[in-house]
T-cell receptor, first 108, second 115 residues
Framework: RKEVEQDPGPFNVPEGATVAFNCTYS??????FFWYRQDCRKEPKLLMSVYSSGNEDGRFTAQLNRASQYISLLIRDSKLSDSATYLCVVGYGQNFVFGPGTRLSVLP | EADIYQTPRYLVIGTGKKITLECSQTMGHDKMYWYQQDPGMELHLIHYSYGVNSTEKGDLSSESTVSRIRTEHFPLTLESARPSHTSQYLCASSKGLAGEAYEQYFGPGTRLTVT
């Protein structure tokens, strides 16, 4: 079993849709949580850190459930430019552990 | 935008050549990392450094080597390139450890093709 698992995708959604991605992690000692986006053949870019109380940045909302070892990312009113692969990243000690990513395609 | 740079961006080279991929950052970060990623696949950590003169191997075995003589510079070297080394190499840095909730910032990557 992988340390960080994500919805396999791909997600194909129409513009304006709301889409939710799920991520689970196996190490209960995990201390930090992030969502990155990666465009095709580009580098990962930080989308947002995920805090215990949950946090929102515009159309993006991240939630953390430590008891269930689960992280989510909600994208509202999706845009064509949101098409990318979304990476869930978990950190503990000196380790950043990347999930395999969930690919999103927003269709016109 | 993160101030982390990689050169060259694209490299096509013949088998057996020695290559060095450059990575530099101007953020004063102590922690630096090298990842390898094939198209459509996951990132794999191949090397990391926690400061000058500190280097460690990552989870994925790699024939490459790294050095960290200056804080801002973390080059990766392949002594004898092979077609199996064809991949994208991504450099990253962070201000602190993963467990301290410091995020990583990535360079634009070097796409290496060995013929």
């Amino acid at each position: 079993r992988k340390e960080v698992e994500q919805d396999p995708g791909p997600f194909n959604v129409p513009e304006g849709a709301t889409v939710a991605f799920n991520c689970t992690y196996s190490n209960s000692a995990s201390q930090s949580f992030f969502w990155y986006r990666q465009d095709c053949r580009k580098e990962p870019k930080l989308l947002m850190s995920v805090y215990s109380s949950g946090n929102e940045d515009g159309r993006f909302t991240a939630q953390l459930n430590r008891a269930s070892q689960y992280i989510s990312l909600l994208i509202r009113d999706s845009k064509l430019s949101d098409s990318a692969t979304y990476l869930c990243v978990v950190g503990y000690g000196q380790n950043f552990v990347f999930g395999p990513g969930t690919r999103l395609s927003v269709l016109p | 935008e993160a101030d982390i740079y990689q050169t060259p961006r694209y490299l096509v080279i013949g088998t057996g050549k020695k290559i060095t991929l450059e990575c530099s950052q101007t953020m004063g970060h102590d922690k630096m990392y090298w990842y390898q990623q094939d198209p459509g696949m996951e990132l794999h950590l191949i090397h990391y450094s926690y400061g000058v003169n500190s280097t460690e191997k990552g989870d994925l075995s790699s024939e490459s080597t790294v050095s960290r003589i200056r804080t801002e510079h973390f080059p990766l070297t392949l002594e004898s390139a092979r077609p199996s080394h064809t991949s994208q190499y991504l450099c990253a840095s962070s201000k602190g450890l993963a467990g301290e909730a410091y995020e990583q910032y990535f360079g634009p990557g070097t796409r290496l093709t060995v013929t």
